[in-house]
């Protein structure tokens, strides 16, 4: 523990201990701006009782009141300042104020109310619509601005305190207590370093909470954003809100829209459309549409519609009710990735990239596309599909296409399956069908067909492939 030595009245000075959290800085802040006011001679304090205190006539740019016994205390008047810890008249170590204080700050007229408190019982400042600070460094401390209209910076200790936001601009910072935050109608920015529960009562605010401590329980509204630096936080936000970052914590979505962003091992639901980028290892469920961008890891989504953008690294398992569109990697990236989209029920269409991709398609008719290029990736494309039970599905390539090897691992279980070549514009379409048929080669009752571009696609388990089996446009 540090002390913080506070100028006084009567020749006293105020020892605050400061334990944890942002509160030293914030201490050593408020020290300093009453030593200045002191060397300037702007400056009044007085030592205050229990019960009603009325600010001295003054004309002095600060006016400190000094608490250091517990109680009850009603300001009113030009206090711009307050106090609260154990009085000393030398350098020795005063033992910590252990008795509880509440101020009743309403009838503090100054527009800056100030109050650093260091008190091991701790502390209740209730006030009005005054902006000003509450630093307490020790105890389990109370901060009541809630319905009011000031702007308000809070800062507590170790403790397990409860702070009740104004309705205008606040930065809370929490100490590695058990915190119990409320947000108001303002704009929040919050510091958690606790085990904390955070809520936003206020569609109209705007809340930015950072979470430092693990295992808090987050509840905000719309136009919300989240950085989430720990893990196994339980995090509901509204609609057009953000979430990033995060460890194994549970992330809601109740609005419209949403992004979580490097979340890793997260559960993450949504009851309308979802952006989700990078991260890894997430078991996403969407009601609506999902865009996922990068993500890589063993990864489960359940959505409405989808939209994959795949990474090195994927383990996708798919169940879309709708259309899913799966691009394997992307510009500068190759690797390894698995898509299973077997208990889908809407159509996909895959198109894989460099690298080694290995596809399974769902019940609908399903698309598949070899060796798609993007800038800075035009390597290899080794791929593997299996189209899926259900309708009819169509494989193939699109001028271009990377070299590679392509498989197909069911072309043959469903009639109406086909290889296409498009954007080739033939002038004579039947020959060019049977000039790529006459490439073709089987072994061990498979059948492979040599492309351009040092490419070639076997069908498994297909040893009569026909001219009606291919369509070149």
Excluded: R
Excluded at 51 to 64: E, F, H, L, R, T
Excluded at 155 to 176: P, V
Excluded at 213 to 230: C, E, K, M, R
Excluded at 302 to 324: C, I, N, Q, R, W
Aim: net charge negative.
């Amino acid at each position: 523990m540090a002390i913080v030595t506070v100028v006084g009245a009567s020749g006293t000075h105020v020892q605050v201990t400061v334990n944890g959290g942002q509160t030293q800085s914030l201490a050593q802040d408020y020290a300093n701006n009453i030593l200045s006011a002191s060397s300037k001679g702007s400056f009044s304090s007085s030592f205050l009782t229990a019960g009603s205190n009325a600010a001295p006539a003054s004309n002095a740019s600060v006016v400190q009141g000094i608490i250091t016994a517990g109680g009850n205390y009603t300001l009113t008047g030009n206090y711009t300042h307050a106090a609260i810890g154990a009085n000393a008249t030398d350098e020795q170590v005063q033992p910590l104020l252990s008795d509880a204080v509440t101020i009743n700050g309403a009838g503090v007229t100054a527009s800056s109310f100030n109050v650093l408190a260091s008190d091991a019982a701790g502390v209740t400042l209730n006030v009005d619509s005054q902006s000003g600070a509450f630093v307490s460094t020790v105890g389990n401390n109370t901060f009541n601005a809630q319905g009011k209209n000031g702007n308000w910076q809070v800062a507590t200790g170790d403790g397990n305190d409860t702070i009740y936001g104004s309705n205008g601009s606040n930065t809370i910072s929490g100490g590695a207590g058990q915190n119990h935050i409320t947000l108001g109608k303002g704009t929040n920015l919050v510091l958690s370093q606790g085990q904390d529960t955070i809520d936003g009562v206020d569609n109209g605010s705007t809340d930015t909470v950072t979470l430092m401590g693990g295992t808090s329980q987050v509840s905000l509204q719309s136009n919300s954003v989240i950085v989430d630096t720990s893990s196994k936080n339980n995090i509901s936000v509204g609609d057009n809100s953000s979430v990033f970052g995060g460890s194994a914590s549970a992330i809601t979505f109740t609005g419209n829209t949403g992004l979580v962003s490097g979340a890793v091992g997260a559960t993450i639901s949504a009851a309308n459309a979802l952006q989700v980028v990078h991260g890894s290892d997430q078991d996403i469920s969407v009601s609506g549409a999902l865009q996922f961008i990068s993500g890589t890891g063993n990864t489960s989504i359940s959505a409405g519609t989808a939209t994959v953008y795949g990474a090195s690294g994927l383990h996708l398992m798919l169940d879309s009710k709708g259309e899913t569109l799966f691009t394997a990697n992307q510009p500068h990236t190759t690797g390894d990735e698995y898509l299973d989209a077997s208990s889908s029920h809407g159509t996909l269409s895959a198109w894989t990239g460099a690298g080694n991709q290995t596809i399974i398609g769902g019940t609908g008719a399903d698309q598949f596309v070899f060796g798609t290029q993007f800038d800075g990736t035009t390597g290899d494309s080794n791929a593997t599909v299996t189209g899926g039970s259900g309708a009819d599905n169509a494989f193939g390539v699109l001028k271009g296409h990377t070299g590679g090897d392509f498989t197909i691992a069911d072309f043959g279980s469903a009639a109406g399956n086909i290889f296409f070549m498009y954007n080739y514009k033939p002038a004579d379409q039947a020959k060019a069908i049977q000039d790529l048929l006459a490439t073709a080669t089987v072994t061990g009752g498979n059948t492979t067909l040599q492309l351009d571009n040092n490419a070639k696609v076997t069908f498994l388990g297909v040893n009569d492939l026909k001219a009606t089996n291919i369509n070149i446009s």
